[in-house]
């Protein structure tokens, strides 16, 4: 639920910059986001099935939360680091820092096993991977300009982290609800704005921050995808009860 890439250029209005090369790069740009976006969920996704069937680490993390807790302020720090600093660090370290964030979040993930049923997983997650890829290819092909959308979308986010947390002492279903059908649209909605800002950063990227970009956007695209298909699975998912 992060959001830090960098602002791109101001959007032309006109439409993009029809040069081939500016074409060229941003398409091979935009590849390397998504294949580095799907080999980190591959890493979720297997390391949390990995931990969910291994009964010593499952006891282990419903024993003590100060375990859980501590995932998930690695995942934070990693987050924030990768963002402030990916300019400071050199590509391959951005992109083995995001594949020990994938890998800390498939850990935190594992009790979802528990809770739900695996089929109900996995059927919310392909539906998850057709309306994340329906709004990607929007962001990317339209020539509309999302920053107004983004912008609305940022603060929404705000709000509904301030309402999670305050559901967190409340225990309150019916806002649960609430909370749970604005998080599908508002990341439905993020995912068109970061395709398409990864998009922009990319016609104008520096040949040599390429492989950056790359990171930073698999990672903010990971991040849509994850957060969309947590709250998909409170609408698709079948408890275990």
Partial sequence: MYDNTP????????????SSNVVSTASSVMKRVYVKMTLGL???????????????????????????WGLFIAELAIVFSVSARITKMSSATASLL???FAA???MALA??????TATSI??????CAGTFGAMSIYGFFTTQDLTKWGNFLFYALIGLIIASVVNIFTHSDGLGW??????????VGLTAWDTQKIKQMAEYAPAGMTGHLATIGALNLYLDFINLFLYLLRFFGSSRD
């Fill in 111 to 116: 009790p979802i096993f528990l809770v739900y």
């Fill in 42 to 68: 591959l890493v979720t996704a297997f390391l949390s099935m990995f931990c969910a069937g291994s009964q010593a680490y499952m006891s282990f993390m419903l024993q003590h939360s100060w375990f859980y």
């Fill in 122 to 127: 996995a059927k919310t997650f392909f539906i």
């Fill in 7 to 18: 602002t791109p250029p101001p959007y032309n209005h006109g439409g993009y910059n029809n």
């Fill in 104 to 106: 800390i979040n498939g």
């Fill in 98 to 100: 995001f594949y020990v």
């Fill in 178 to 187: 609430v909370i749970s059908c604005a998080g599908v649209l508002i990341f």
